[in-house]
């Protein structure tokens, strides 16, 4: 198919950026440019000539601008196939011209919503005109060129240049698969929006928008092909936080970030976690980033080699100088001081992410693709603060500072696989035990691990995610010295567990909440 040319364009942005010399490019090459409302004046503005669409329509723009591209001499001469006589014929019957480029970006409908407009401007927001013509160019792309990005405003100067004044199809192709994929994530960002206003979590038809941030080199294994996509970046978000060093993040990094950064911003006090393969192998609050990291590190030094390190409060120099000293992947926390940055920056490999805020609790839903389709659920939000909602079901009933160190400890199995096991002690993970087909393994390897880091786990207390199926699990804890143990209860031997913890003379508390995570 040869190239077509490019004597008329259509202009429509909400976007501006761009629009000027890509304008005064068309212009060079001839272009009549139609356009409406702001960018029609901030064009005559540039000195281009510019016809309104009002006047090229013989029709008003009306109802505060909600009607003014809605016309058939605008449809009609996006619309018409160049190489179809009825097509032509109704062309000249109607006076219809034809419209060889349409330039359109939408109404900043997620702008809208993000800036917390109310609900009526969120409606108003939704663009009507905007995604017909871009839908009408992309259907003819065999004779119409799309754009509805200003990264592309090169790209198709570039192409005019080579074939002068013309596009290829080829470009168009592209173009119009660009545009669709455009128009499809702004009506989902809308769908979405909707399905919030109406407490619709799970409606019958869903699409999530997301947005390529960046082309991975690989996926999990180097034979996989990937990319990072963000949905709605928020700040306080993996997908939001800006890079401040070292080498592109990988898959894997990614991956593992998600998991750190979800750790600690699950803590109230300052904390430090340290994630290698999306499993904590450290963590620890105190009142300092440094003192938290140098607790965590203590916890599985071997295992911390090459890890993902995330704070949930600023990390200032003396904990970057701590930090520093082990080799870690990436580092990740609401911010830095300025000499942090510099310190971390001294670590040639080492990925600095900032996020600029902790990661904010909201409606985001967990998608997990499975064969032929997909698993989605809310986001396992659920904290238990303070020790509330507890209930203490042995003769030993806890201390404030058991109670401090198991609700740690459960918080820290929520972001451990399944089945998990953690101990705690002082405000500090000893020992993790992870991904096991068994409890009783779990139980065994954090205790193991706790040992072999030349931890004590004397006068530890337990958290299980899930309920204990059998009272071994607490003759083995009370063996390594457990003092404290919680768990969700609801096994249909809890009498059974029970009992054997009040025969070592054991804290157990039941939360009532389980945290399985897969």
Not at 8 to 18: E, F, H, Y
Not at 350 to 372: E, I, Q
Request: aromatic share 6%.
């Amino acid at each position: 198919m040869n190239p077509t040319s490019i004597k008329t364009a259509l202009l429509s942005v909400t976007d501006k950026t761009g629009l000027i010399p890509f304008a005064q490019g068309l212009a060079r090459h001839h272009v009549r440019l139609l356009s409406t409302g702001g960018t029609a004046r901030l064009l005559r503005e540039a000195g281009l000539d510019v016809t309104d669409v009002s006047d090229h329509t013989g029709f008003p723009e009306m109802m505060d601008g909600r009607v003014k591209t809605l016309h058939p001499k605008v449809h009609g001469g996006i619309l018409a196939r160049r190489d179809v006589a009825d097509d032509a014929q109704a062309m000249r019957a109607h006076a219809i011209e034809a419209i060889d480029l349409v330039v359109v970006n939408l109404y900043a409908f997620e702008a809208t919503v993000a800036r917390g407009a109310d609900y009526a401007q969120c409606v108003e927001n939704i663009d009507i005109g905007g995604p017909a013509m871009i839908r009408s160019a992309a259907k003819n792309h065999a004779h119409v060129t799309i754009v509805v990005c200003p990264d592309h405003y090169d790209t198709v100067l570039a192409e005019m240049d080579r074939h002068a004044g013309a596009t290829s199809f080829d470009m168009r192709k592209k173009m119009a698969a660009t545009a669709f994929a455009h128009t499809a994530h702004y009506d989902a960002t809308i769908s979405n929006w909707y399905g919030v206003q109406c407490a619709e979590p799970f409606p019958q038809q869903l699409t999530v928008p997301m947005t390529r941030l960046q082309a991975l080199r690989y996926g999990e294994n180097p034979h996989q092909e990937a990319a990072f996509y963000a949905s709605g970046a928020v700040q306080g978000t993996l997908a939001a936080a800006q890079q401040l060093h070292g080498k592109e993040l990988s898959f894997n990094n990614i991956n593992d970030t998600d998991a750190a950064w979800a750790l600690v911003c699950d803590v109230a006090e300052p904390a430090i976690a340290i994630i290698k393969h999306a499993n904590p192998c450290g963590m620890a609050t105190a009142k300092t980033m440094v003192e938290a990291y140098i607790r965590a590190f203590a916890c599985d030094p071997q295992s911390a080699y090459g890890g993902i390190i995330a704070a949930n409060r600023t990390v200032d120099a003396e904990a970057a100088k701590a930090i520093g000293k082990q080799f870690a992947e990436v580092v990740i926390a609401p911010d830095y001081t300025e000499e942090a940055i510099h310190i971390l920056r001294e670590k040639k490999n080492v990925r600095v992410l900032r996020t600029g805020a902790l990661l904010p609790k909201s409606h985001m839903m967990n998608v997990r693709s499975v064969s032929g389709g997909y698993l989605i659920q809310t986001h396992d939000d659920v904290v238990m603060l303070e020790g509330k909602g507890l209930q203490h079901v042995t003769k030993r009933t806890p201390t404030a500072a058991q109670i401090e160190d198991m609700m740690l400890a459960f918080t820290v199995a929520k972001h451990v696989k399944s089945n998990a096991i953690i101990l705690v002690k002082d405000g500090a993970v000893v020992g993790i035990g992870a991904g096991q087909m068994s409890r009783i393994d779990s139980v065994r390897i954090a205790c193991e691990k706790a040992k072999a880091a030349g931890l004590s786990t004397v006068g530890t207390a337990l958290a299980s995610e899930a309920f204990f199926p059998f009272d071994d699990n607490v003759h083995l804890a009370a063996e390594a010295g457990v003092a404290a143990i919680i768990q969700p209860g609801g096994s249909i031997r809890d009498d059974d567990v029970i009992a054997a913890a009040n025969q070592h003379d054991m804290v157990m508390s039941f939360t009532a909440i389980r945290h399985f995570k897969h």
